[in-house]
């Protein structure tokens, strides 16, 4: 079928006002992360690498959260497209009790794996500066699931502006608190890289008083809180959350543990390889949060959509979202592809790890179409309501087919960090064409009932 502009014009213009400031707020932890590998790299390339092996840890459990978080932007969203505005303060009371009994379960977790670090077979020397920021990083867990509970209810109701201004809020806070905290200036104390970890704490625990407050004092949410003063936690609210969310957690959790857990095999290596492929993470996770920044918002819209019953604006909305994906993806693989070579320096002086950045670069550019593509039909099935094939999907890509081919060509095949990159996609490609294929699917099935 020919394409059509007109089709997808308004659909264009509408993803790109809810997406921008999603996209805004998702560069917001970019810039955090950012700030925390510039300035730890230049303060010494053993925190960096310390640095890199606990926040890809993190990075696995707070992306996993996230996803489970995501069903509250499926549920309200859907809600909003009938108007029925007392109904989603209601089912507010259930998310957030959903989202606080899932950060006691990570924090538990979180807390095991911390008991048994040394068991990673990380490298040695940097066992004592992974414990403490790790601890540091544990205490502010509970605050990112309450902040992701609150965001989302906003997503979901189009107000994607106010947890933009949020974010960029928390991430000033933190770089100046890294700046302070770090080198310690104005008087305080030197603390290098658990300098970088309270500051980091501090923010979220900011964005998150922020939220619940305007949440339950703001003016523009009154109509939502009299649904929830009126409502109360039921059984079956907390059940949707759960069944809708497991399934998101799950698959944005593997999905990052093929990035995140590659962290051991690389430690493996050395520590060189594991600056440089910490590096390379906070580059990689560039065009990740911003194409989630406009699936976000391909979530958002086919569930309003979903609510409105018109299947036809859902499956242009998702089209529409892959296109701006895709000229999203460019815009970014452009300038990292003609600066490959000096990329690296941004972050720390040494030689050998700028010259590991630059290899891969070639595989991230590879894959990014296969992300593109994942990132865009994962957020429309989860808009749809459909997330039960998101859970295998997401196992053979990143589990069965990822990982595994990782460890084959990074270190049975002796080819090092790049060999492990070159894994990435095969995974992330044959998730985004399953995601497609089911979204196909389920609105057929649709059609016809």
């Not at 010494?44 to 092996?53: D, I, P, V």
């Not at 994607?160 to 201004?165: A, G, K, S, Y």
């Not at 084959?408 to 790049?418: C, D, N, S, T």
Request: glycine fraction near 10%; charged fraction near 10%; proline fraction near 3%.
């Amino acid at each position: 079928m020919a394409y059509q502009f007109s089709k997808y014009a308004s659909h264009y213009r509408n993803l790109t006002y809810l997406g921008v400031p999603i996209i805004i707020g998702q560069l917001g932890n970019i810039v955090l992360s950012f700030a925390d590998t510039l300035m730890i790299g230049h303060h010494s390339t053993q925190e960096l690498a310390a640095a890199a092996f606990v926040n890809n840890m993190f990075t696995l459990v707070i992306l996993l959260a996230l996803g489970f978080s995501y069903a509250v932007t499926a549920i309200v969203g859907t809600l909003y497209g009938q108007e029925r505005t007392g109904r989603i303060g209601e089912v507010m009371r259930s998310a957030v009790a959903a989202n606080t009994c899932l950060a006691a379960v990570l924090t538990a977790a979180m807390t095991l794996l911390y008991l048994n670090i040394h068991r990673l077979g990380q490298p040695e020397e940097l066992l004592p500066l992974m414990r403490p920021y790790f601890l540091i990083q544990l205490m502010s867990l509970p605050f990112v699931c309450w902040f992701n509970t609150f965001k989302q209810f906003a997503d979901g109701i189009t107000d994607t502006r106010l947890p933009m201004w949020v974010l960029i809020g928390g991430n000033l806070i933190n770089i100046i608190g890294n700046w302070l905290l770090i080198y310690g200036h104005l008087g305080l104390p030197e603390m290098g890289l658990n300098g970088a970890g309270l500051s980091t704490m501090a923010s979220r625990i900011m964005m998150a008083a922020v939220m619940v407050t305007l949440f339950f004092r703001g003016s523009r949410y009154s109509d939502y809180r009299k649904g929830w003063q009126a409502g109360r936690l039921t059984r079956s609210d907390f059940r949707q959350i759960n069944v809708m969310g497991i399934p998101l957690a799950l698959q944005m959790g593997m999905e990052t543990a093929a990035f995140s857990l590659s962290s051991v095999m690389v430690g493996w290596i050395g520590t060189t390889a594991l600056a440089a492929h910490q590096v390379m993470l906070t580059i990689s996770q560039l065009g990740y949060m911003v194409y989630y920044g406009m699936a976000a918002a391909v979530a958002v819209r086919t569930s309003n959509f979903m609510g409105q019953h018109d299947l036809t604006a859902v499956r242009r909305s998702a089209t529409a979202g892959f296109h701006l994906i895709l000229l999203l993806a460019v815009a970014i693989v452009l300038p990292i592809f003609l600066f490959r070579h000096s990329m690296g320096y941004l972050f720390t002086d040494n030689a050998d790890v700028c010259g590991m950045v630059a290899l891969t670069i070639v595989p991230f550019m590879i894959y990014q179409f296969g992300d593109g593509l994942q990132c865009t039909y994962a957020n429309a099935l989860r808009g749809i309501s459909y997330v039960r094939p998101l859970m295998w999907v997401a196992f053979v890509a990143y589990f069965v087919i990822s990982l595994p081919l990782g460890y084959l060509f990074g270190i049975r095949m002796a080819y090092g960090l790049e060999g492990i990159w070159y894994a990435f996609p095969f995974g992330l490609t044959t998730a985004g064409v399953l995601y497609y294929l089911y979204f196909r699917q389920r609105l057929a099935q649709t059609d016809k009932n």
